[in-house]
T-cell receptor
Framework: QKEVEQNSGPLSVPEGAIASLNCTYS??????FFWYRQYSGKSPELIMS????GDKEDGRFTAQLNKASQYVSLLIRDSQPSDSATYLC???????????FGKGTMLLVSP | GAVVSQHPSRVICKSGTSVKIECRSL??????MFWYRQFPKKSLMLMAT?????????EQGVEKDKFLINHASLTLSTLTVTSAHPEDSSFYIC??????????????FGDGTRLSIL
């Protein structure tokens, strides 16, 4: 059974700090990896995608992928209170196929 | 970027009513759309995969006669909750993109529909 595991949190960090969110997955054939942000009462919003080992940076966000360890992470630099949300990790085996979601990690950034 | 439009955003209706939710991909063609359901403080649950021009694929435990899906065009999928009851009250979210999309877009989500059955 395909599984995507995330620590449910909450992960609490002070404003300006680096928030580190982690995700592990069980299906070795997974090829595409996504991070979505979901504010309370809202739908998920795609913030990062990563397909190959290594780091991918976009503004304050950096996604890191290690396929050998079946691990993907999201770093948020200079965390802001507006970053407080639930972050969902999602994986898919074939390009852009059906996603398997983790249960999400709640991030709380305190002013 | 890719935009998915979902309508209506909120529905409040009496038990026994059927409710239709529309999901449109606005700037790309999506042969595949997905319908999710989310209860408060719970994770997303995939209900079904909507395929343009063919029958939807439902996840285990989801009643296809209860949740009717129609994907009549490359930009529109609809979910109809038939004879809705209070236990159907939930947050329904569609997404478009994924395999089969002409532009191979990652999945983007609509804004969701909050359904409340009295």
């Amino acid at each position: 059974q395909k599984e995507v595991e995330q620590n449910s949190g909450p992960l609490s960090v002070p404003e300006g700090a680096i928030a580190s969110l982690n995700c592990t997955y069980s299906d070795r054939v997974s090829q595409s990896f996504f991070w979505y942000r979901q504010y309370s009462g809202k739908s998920p919003e795609l913030i990062m995608s990563i397909y190959s080992n290594g780091d991918k940076e976009d503004g304050r966000f950096t996604a890191q992928l290690n396929k050998a360890s079946q691990y993907v992470s999201l770093l948020i630099r200079d965390s802001q209170p507006s970053d407080s949300a639930t972050y969902l990790c999602a994986v898919t085996p074939l390009g852009y196929s059906t996603l398997t979601f983790g249960k999400g990690t709640m991030l709380l950034v305190s002013p | 970027g890719a935009v998915v439009s979902q309508h209506p955003s909120r529905v409040i209706c009496k038990s026994g009513t059927s409710v239709k939710i529309e999901c449109r991909s606005l700037d790309f063609q999506a042969t595949t759309m997905f319908w999710y359901r989310q209860f408060p403080k719970k994770s997303l649950m995939l209900m079904a995969t909507s395929n343009e021009g063919s029958k939807a694929t439902y996840e285990q435990g989801v009643e296809k006669d209860k949740f009717l899906i129609n994907h009549a065009s490359l930009t529109l999928s609809t979910l109809t909750v038939t004879s809705a009851h209070p236990e159907d009250s939930s947050f329904y979210i569609c997404s478009a993109g994924g395999q089969g999309s002409y532009s191979n877009q990652p999945q983007h989500f609509g804004d969701g529909t909050r359904l409340s059955i009295l």
